[in-house]
């Protein structure tokens, strides 16, 4: 196995470990369950402390939530078509 090939397998099989707990912090990082990190992969992170949520809780983080992707949906699809436009006007006639 050749040195890139060896990189692309070890590259691969860190994407498999991934947690798949995630919280999303306010200051815009994500943050995963530690338990799913290996000890020596956690040195020099930002660590989040928290708690599950009460039903009156993620009824109003999900709301926030679906304000928020909605916004950024609208956001990018508005991008998206000023690139288009943007585009077209470039194309020689």
Request: proline fraction near 3%.
């Amino acid at each position: 196995m050749s040195g890139e090939q060896r990189k692309a397998a070890e590259a691969e099989a860190e994407v498999k470990e991934l947690s798949t707990e995630l919280c999303l912090g306010s200051d815009g990082i994500i943050y995963v369950n530690a338990e799913g990190v290996a000890p020596e992969k956690i040195q020099g992170r930002k660590m989040f402390h928290g708690y599950a949520m009460t039903p009156e809780e993620q009824e109003i983080a999900v709301g926030e939530m679906h304000r928020l992707a909605f916004n950024i949906t609208v956001s990018v699809q508005d991008e998206i078509r000023q690139r288009s436009i943007r585009r077209s006007r470039k194309k020689p006639k």
